[in-house]
Antibody, heavy 122, light 113 residues
Framework: EVQLLESGGNLVQPGGSLRLSCTASGFTFSNYAMSWVRQAPGKGLEWVSIIYSAGRSTYYADSVKGRFTISRDNSKNTLYLQMNNLRAEDTAVYYC???????????????WGQGTLVTVSS | DIVMTQSPDSLAVSLGERATINCKSSRSVLSSSDNKNYLVWYQQKPGQPPNLLIYWASTRESGVPDRYSGSGSGTDFTLTISSLQAEDVAVYYC?????????FGQGTKLEIK
């Protein structure tokens, strides 16, 4: 059974940093691209970032470019999101999501974690 | 960026009736190289992560009931629920994966009338 478990969400002050983790199981993690998608309270979904299977290619939404870094450790089946210089508008539930197609890199997300809440406030 | 606009924002349909949700992209998401529409539909129930329903605009994900169908091409797409069930109450999102950033529609809230 595929499982994605996010952790690391917390209350942080504006300008602060946080690292989210997503531990995967039930599939060959190293064969799939992974993404982070966020959802502000009561709002819609926003794609944040994607990392391809080997970890060499990454892309970001303009709203987080230069502040967030996506990475992965395939030996630990874990996806990360390093978030720096956080702003109030980054407040959201952050989901990690798995690509449907092995090696495809197309962000068709067939499995999602339950999400971890990041609150940016003083 | 490709802007995705869904209509309506909310919809109330009687049990057993048809529900139709529209999604329009600001640019075509049809690829000329493979003739595929890079459009996906998700369902999100309260307190849960999204659930994949339809990809490539019209391919139903395994396990999704056949009352769900997707159609359209280019810039105009539709998600249809042929006979609404109580468990279909949710917010529905379209998303394009034709180009980065991979943008979502604002969501359509579906309720029972």
């Amino acid at each position: 059974e595929v499982q994605l478990l996010e952790s690391g969400g917390n209350l942080v002050q504006p300008g602060g940093s946080l690292r989210l983790s997503c531990t995967a199981s039930g599939f060959t993690f190293s064969n799939y691209a992974m993404s982070w998608v966020r959802q502000a309270p009561g709002k819609g979904l926003e794609w944040v970032s994607i990392i391809y299977s080997a970890g060499r290619s990454t892309y970001y939404a303009d709203s987080v470019k230069g502040r967030f870094t996506i990475s992965r450790d395939n030996s630990k089946n874990t996806l990360y999101l390093q978030m720096n210089n956080l702003r109030a508008e980054d407040t959201a539930v952050y989901y990690c999501a798995k690509d449907r197609g092995e090696g495809s890199g197309w962000p068709i997300f067939d499995y999602w974690g339950q999400g971890t809440l990041v609150t940016v406030s003083s | 960026d490709i802007v995705m606009t869904q209509s309506p924002d909310s919809l109330a349909v009687s049990l057993g009736e048809r529900a139709t949700i529209n999604c329009k992209s600001s640019r075509s998401v049809l690829s000329s190289s493979d003739n595929k529409n890079y459009l996906v539909w998700y369902q999100q129930k309260p307190g849960q992560p999204p659930n994949l329903l339809i990809y490539w605009a019209s391919t139903r994900e395994s396990g999704v009931p056949d009352r769900y169908s997707g159609s359209g091409s280019g810039t105009d797409f539709t998600l249809t629920i042929s006979s609404l069930q109580a468990e279909d109450v949710a917010v529905y999102y379209c998303q394009q994966y034709y180009s980065i950033p991979y943008t979502f529609g604002q969501g359509t809230k579906l309720e029972i009338k």
